[in-house]
Nanobody, 121 residues
């Protein structure tokens, strides 16, 4: 059973930085794509960025381009989100996800528990 555990959230002033971490326990996810999402109250989750095994980042949502950086450490089964120049509108619950799709079929799909990020003005 794979579990994802997030850390690094909290309260920060506007313009500050936070680094989120997400570490997976278990095995069998070496091929997985890692991603970070966030969720605002009353809304669904939005994809922020994702990264494949090679380290190539395939997507950043426009609102975080140039401010957030996703990275992964395959040896540690971990993904990170470096968040710089934070804004109050970045306040949300952040989730990591590890998934693998083969020929259009979702083979594995794991989510972290979610972690609160609050940016004060």
């Amino acid at each position: 059973q794979v579990q994802l555990v997030e850390s690094g959230g909290g309260l920060v002033q506007a313009g500050g930085s936070l680094r989120l971490s997400c570490v997976a326990s278990g095995s069998g996810i070496e091929r997985n794509v890692w991603a970070w999402y966030r969720q605002f109250p009353g809304n669904g989750r939005e994809l922020l960025a994702d990264i494949v095994r090679s380290g190539r980042t395939e997507y950043y949502i426009d609102s975080v381009k140039g401010r957030f950086t996703i990275s992964r450490d395959n040896a540690k089964n971990a993904v990170y989100l470096q968040m710089d120049s934070l804004k109050p509108e970045d306040t949300a619950v952040y989730y990591c996800r590890s998934s693998y799709t083969h020929r259009g079929s979702l083979q594995s799909n794991y989510w972290g528990q979610g972690i609160q990020v609050t940016v004060s003005s």
